[in-house]
């Protein structure tokens, strides 16, 4: 039998089960943080108005989020520069993952409001999801379980060096 290790995992099926999930806001709270501790909230980049964070939870590897600084859920409130840095954080997300990973294709987007499946909704976060042929097979369907074949920490030190 092969087993399957993503330890980071347990924290979020926890804090699920029990209905814990932190009562902050885990993007203002890493952005707060004093740049030392980025690795640390796994912060890859802090801009004037927005920021870019991996997924602690990722569907994939190199998953992160472009969020704006600004703490708002209310994708009607951002302001023209906000969407405008937002927009080239985007732009570099997809072509650092690019270098890092060479993926066929990406998920990029965001979920509005708790009913759209987003698990955060006071904070306005896109997604970016690196795809590749067959990363979807047996082992969701079957198992019940995704393989996220790198750690956090290392897809945090290769992305963080090709940002810079």
């Not at 990973?101 to 006071?122: A, C, E, H, I, R």
């Amino acid at each position: 039998m092969e087993i399957i290790w993503a330890p980071w995992r347990l924290r979020y099926v926890k804090e699920a089960s029990e209905g814990k999930r932190g009562s902050g806001c885990f993007i203002c709270e890493a952005f707060k943080s004093p740049p030392e501790k980025d690795p640390e909230n796994l912060l890859l980049y802090r801009g004037e108005k927005a920021l870019v964070i991996l997924n602690r939870f990722p569907y994939n590897t190199g998953h992160l989020m472009v969020c704006p600084v600004r703490h708002t859920g209310d994708f009607l409130s951002l302001l023209p520069e906000e969407l405008a840095e937002i927009d080239l954080l985007l732009k570099k997300s997809i072509s650092v993952l690019k270098r890092a990973y060479n993926p066929d294709g990406f998920n990029v987007g965001l979920n509005l409001g708790k009913v759209s499946g987003g698990s955060v909704d006071t904070h306005i976060h896109y997604h970016v999801v690196p795809r590749w042929l067959g990363d979807t097979n047996f082992m969701p369907v079957v198992g019940g379980v995704k393989v996220i074949p790198q750690s956090l920490d290392e897809t945090y030190r290769l992305l963080k060096e090709l940002w810079e």
